[in-house]
């Protein structure tokens, strides 16, 4: 046997198999106000498919009353066992439906309590080994909601622009859930800029190469989350936000100092959309008077507060390094000890706008009593890994890439056709 026939042989017998896959995450503004998109292929023939990135929703829903044409598409029977089990996954009821509106079918299975219909349609996502996309792998028989609920989430033009949200949340019906072979893993990373896209890894917990050529696995930290099974509510918006993600954050500390608050650990909930962290009231005043105090020792020159924030500083007076405008420093200590540092980049936002260029604080006042005592939202996730281990549930996260010299947007999206799924 020659040499080349070996070698050969042994590729076809090591040559790996990949059962994990990649999407691009795009940021995008409405207003000034950002937020996210994940791109999937779904229908018959396939159609590039921008779905608002929420990781706390149970279900994907795909805007489909207005123009859904797709040649696989195919309601979900309500007397099935798919159907009994969407139903039983958090919502209550037992519907059929024959109700009016386009994506009304007799019969199909109608998900309480916002009758959306459940339907059934290819969706496809290219296959992974870490460091390229590749080959397209269709799954055959996604389950998704037909909802408008997107829109109720984005403003304006953003509406063209978004087909429909990507369910993260923690549920078996989550797109992750659906499109994960054997793994239950998870990971995304958002990018800060709208023009460089960042990704999500579905299936894969090692390794996400990042140009140029680290593996940003090796920086992660973990901590256990946990969702709510009978649910908890916002109330002030009266959402339920039972397949959230939620992490315990024993103390949060500005400039190394931790800061006074009331509860022994901070329930602290992952958003994709909300573009800006939102914390209680009392915990908001507290850390606003520490950063204000810490930033008075550092000489930073406050301005006018630009609305909705209310710690601005003027942009000249602040020294910038590749971790952003050095400001006082965040760090959120978890229940097991493992610290999130948040550096200016992720804390501050900048706002330029005429004759105007300012820093602000990126954190917004919930209200007395709002639930979840922290809301970290999407500016604050940009340029961090976070991977969810649905199996183990732990929450994996890397305090920001920039510290590494990498960053969301470094995932080569070229295509390597070797790649593939077996
Ligand atoms: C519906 O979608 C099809 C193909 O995606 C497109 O050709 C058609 O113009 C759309 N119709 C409306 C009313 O938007
Ligand atoms: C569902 O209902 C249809 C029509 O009533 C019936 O033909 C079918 O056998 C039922 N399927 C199940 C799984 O009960
Ligand atoms: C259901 O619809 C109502 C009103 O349209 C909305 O406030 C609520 O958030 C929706 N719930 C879900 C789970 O979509
Ligand atoms: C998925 O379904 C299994 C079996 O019904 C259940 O034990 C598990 O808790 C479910 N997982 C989630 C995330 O809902
Ligand atoms: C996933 O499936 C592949 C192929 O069947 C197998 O080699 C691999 O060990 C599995 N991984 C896990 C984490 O179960
Ligand atoms: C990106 O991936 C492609 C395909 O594997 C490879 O040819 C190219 O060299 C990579 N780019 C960089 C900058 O490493």
Aim: some cysteine.
């Amino acid at each position: 046997m020659s040499i080349s026939v070996f070698f050969f042989l042994l590729f076809l017998f090591v040559s790996p198999s990949f059962s994990a896959f990649v999407a691009p995450i795009t940021k995008h503004y409405v207003h000034n106000t950002p937020f996210y998109t994940l791109k999937v292929q779904l229908k018959t023939p396939l159609e590039p498919t921008f779905l608002l990135l929420h990781v706390g929703a149970t279900f994907t829903a795909i805007n489909c009353r207005r123009n859904y044409t797709s040649a696989t598409s195919r309601p979900v029977p309500c007397n099935s066992s798919l159907c009994h089990s969407l139903q039983s996954n958090r919502f209550i009821g037992n519907k059929c439906d024959t109700a009016s509106g386009k994506a009304a079918v007799p019969g199909g299975c109608v998900i309480t309590p916002n009758r959306s219909f459940a339907l059934v349609d290819s969706l496809a996502l290219p296959a992974t080994d870490g460091r390229n996309p590749g080959q397209i792998h269709t799954f055959s028989k996604f389950v998704f909601t037909c909802s408008d609920e997107s829109s109720r989430l984005v403003k304006g033009h953003a509406k063209n622009v978004v087909n429909g949200l990507a369910g993260l949340g923690f549920s078996n019906y989550s797109l992750p859930a659906q499109v994960s072979t054997n793994s239950s893993v998870f990971a995304l990373c958002v990018s800060g800029s709208p023009s460089a896209p960042g990704v999500a890894f579905f299936g894969l917990s090692k390794p996400n190469y990042f140009l140029p050529g680290i593996d940003v696995t090796d920086y992660l930290s973990y901590t256990p989350f946990f969702s709510y099974h009978n649910g908890i509510t916002n109330k002030k918006t009266s959402k339920r936000l039972e397949d959230s993600y939620f992490i315990k954050v024993k103390s949060v500390n500005v400039n190394g100092k931790p800061i006074i608050v009331h509860q022994k650990l901070l329930t602290t909930m992952i958003s994709t959309t909300n573009p800006y962290t939102v914390l209680e009231r009392s915990l908001f005043r507290a850390v606003f008077n520490s950063f204000k105090k810490e930033s008075r020792i550092m000489k930073l020159k406050l301005i006018k507060p630009v609305k909705p924030f209310r710690l601005c500083y003027e942009a000249d007076g602040l020294l910038e390094t590749h971790l952003g405008p050095t400001v006082p420093s965040f760090e959120l200590v978890m229940q097991n000890d493992i610290v999130w540092r948040v550096f200016g980049k992720n804390s501050m936002v900048r706002i330029v706008d005429e004759g105007l260029d300012v820093w602000c604080l990126a954190m917004v006042d919930g209200g007395t009593g709002s639930v979840p005592a922290l809301l970290l939202g999407g500016h604050q996730l940009e340029d961090n890994l976070l991977q969810f281990n649905l199996g183990t549930k732990t929450l994996g996260f890397s305090s920001s890439l920039l510290q590494y010299k990498t960053m969301c947007a470094n995932f080569n999206f070229s295509t390597n056709n070797n790649i593939k799924l077996f």
